[in-house]
């Protein structure tokens, strides 16, 4: 006998604070390219991945771990939080990992922010913020960056003096745009910030910058706050998912482990992220080469007039010389996979690749730019 198929205006639907969320778009992915034109040697700079790859005993580490793959990993990750926390000088009851720093977005804003409360953002950033809180069913402020992708500092003091946001969001190097928010200015937005606000502060892309982590001026300010890492970007170890946090106190952890799904990290993932971080010599070569041939686009792209950000991370941030479906395309077409970002007409965002990779892009666009 079938089942009775009740209207739709009976059926259970998913809440509605669902349908103001745009959902994550990731780049184009070279198979997607391969199905369009064809090509076998598309090379991919739309995610922010590491072109050299993670340290080989990270590699080795990994694999011997999926040797004991049929059983379940440490759901503590107490090895690797003992492991980040000797290597940072952080009390290992302060520090959180999960599958990517995406994830440590998610449970922060499900642990602090009730329905109607309200996060405070500066567009265009990181879109996972906006997401997870609205998820939460939380309400967004948003102060827009300035012509330059700054943060507008006395804007957004006078927001969380005025509006007291529940949260607030800072991501230094932004994403997509590059661009780092100097120490004072971080300051200045700590100091008008009430301690009934949390503050999630993103640093994925601090390994790339040279003006240090912002953990010192949060311990200062005194209130609960997240600070987010990834093994995904300078330790190349994207396909692992690995995220870390740094909390005000063990009080966010606990919340967390409330929270969060029980084994979130896998056993290979924990075991290839404590060799990476042992392996700081690979790291250091790597980051180094991505800043050399970032400030290389920077000077070329200069040099053909193409306007870009101030990036400080392990990418590009760049203004299309031409219509961006055309300049798009013709990257496409001669088999380099860029990110249009639709935050202001004409950008999109290259990841530093490989010099060989890089030279093929500029002289793509040097030729768009004539």
Known sequence: MLAKVEPLSRRAR???????????????????????????DYVKLSSNEN???????????????????????????????AALGGRLGVSIDRLAVGPGSEALIDYFFRAYLSPGEALLLSCPTFPSYEIFARSAGAMIIDVPRDDAFAIDVAAVRAALIARRPRALALCTPNNPTGNATARADLAAILEATDHRTVVLMDEAYAEFVDQGSALDLLQAWGGVFLLIRTFSKAYGLAGLRVGYGIASDADVVDAFDRLRPAFNLTGASQAGAIAALADQDHLLAGVGAIIAERERMHAALDAMGVTHSASEANFVFVRSPGPIETVFERLLAAGL????????????????????????????LAALAR
């Open 51 to 81: 072109p050299f790859g993670p340290s080989p005993r990270a590699i080795a580490a990994a694999a011997e771990a999926l040797g004991a793959a049929n059983l379940y990993p440490d759901s503590t990750s107490g090895a690797l939080r």
């Open 14 to 40: 998913a809440r509605a604070a669902l349908a103001a969320i745009a959902p994550y778009e990731p780049g184009m992915t070279p198979a997607r390219a391969r199905r369009r034109f064809g090509r076998l």
């Open 337 to 364: 996979i860029a990110r249009p970002i639709r935050v202001r007409e004409g950008w999109f965002r290259i990841t530093v690749g490989a010099p060989a990779d890089n030279d093929r892009v500029l002289a793509e």
